[in-house]
Nanobody
Framework: QVQLVESGGGSVQAGGSLRLSCAASGYIYSTYFMSWFRQAPGKEREGVAAIRTRDGTTYYADSVKGRFTISQDNAKNTLYLQMNSLKPDDTAMYYC?????????????????WGQGTQVTVSS
């Protein structure tokens, strides 16, 4: 069983930065992907970024490429999302997820484990 706990959300002005953390407990298989999703009010949950734990390969949604960076600290079993140049459109609840991905890193049903979420609010 894997448990995921996010932290680091908050309120910032457009152009600002935040770093989200996701502390994982339990066994993270080397075949797992660790990812960040987000969900804005009235919208579908969407994939933001993912990292393949086996080799550190990263994946990003087009909307965040060049602004967000996903990383992992294996010694601390922690996943990070560095978010720079934040925009009001980035406002959402951000969720950490883990699972064995076969058909696409940004597909919600590929993930077995989810955190409770951390809110990010970006004001203009």
């Amino acid at each position: 069983q894997v448990q995921l706990v996010e932290s680091g959300g908050g309120s910032v002005q457009a152009g600002g930065s935040l770093r989200l953390s996701c502390a994982a407990s339990g066994y993270i298989y080397s075949t797992y992907f660790m990812s960040w999703f987000r969900q804005a009010p009235g919208k579908e949950r969407e994939g933001v970024a993912a990292i393949r734990t086996r080799d550190g390969t990263t994946y990003y949604a087009d909307s965040v490429k060049g602004r967000f960076t996903i990383s992992q600290d294996n010694a601390k079993n922690t996943l990070y999302l560095q978010m720079n140049s934040l925009k009001p459109d980035d406002t959402a609840m951000y969720y950490c997820a883990a699972g064995s991905v076969y058909f696409g890193w940004n597909r919600r049903n590929e993930y077995n484990y989810w955190g409770q979420g951390t809110q990010v609010t970006v004001s203009s």
